[in-house]
């Protein structure tokens, strides 16, 4: 699986600055959500070995639905919010959203 998604709090400094600099309103938080949806529905598209389900912002959870829009499951943060999940450790927050594609993708 291979997807452009910040890492770490530096690289998402660096793309803020980056997407503020050509005139975008964006915020770390906003690129840190938008990190953390993509890389769910990467792991699960990789899961699945293919884009059978999608995921989406349900308040603060990731809700996921199948092809007819069923919804499936929501993947809710370890801690606060999956911003402050991040900030505190991306790599256990990665291995986090892995774990919950494989468990959505094995139940089906």
Avoid: C
């Avoid at 770390?28 to 890389?39: G, P, R, T, W, Y």
């Amino acid at each position: 699986m291979e997807i452009e998604v910040p890492e770490s709090m530096a690289e998402v400094e660096k793309e803020v600055a980056d997407r503020q600099a050509k005139g975008e309103t964006v915020t770390a938080d906003d690129v840190i959500k938008q990190a953390v949806k993509d890389s769910l529905q990467a792991y699960l598209d990789f899961s699945e070995a293919g884009h059978y389900d999608s995921v989406h912002w349900d308040g603060d959870g990731l809700a996921v639905t199948d092809v007819m829009k069923k919804p499936l499951k929501t993947v809710q943060s370890q801690g606060d919010s999956f911003v402050a999940d991040f900030q505190a450790n991306p790599g256990a927050l990665f291995f986090y959203l892995q774990d919950e594609a494989m468990k959505i993708a094995g139940e089906r």
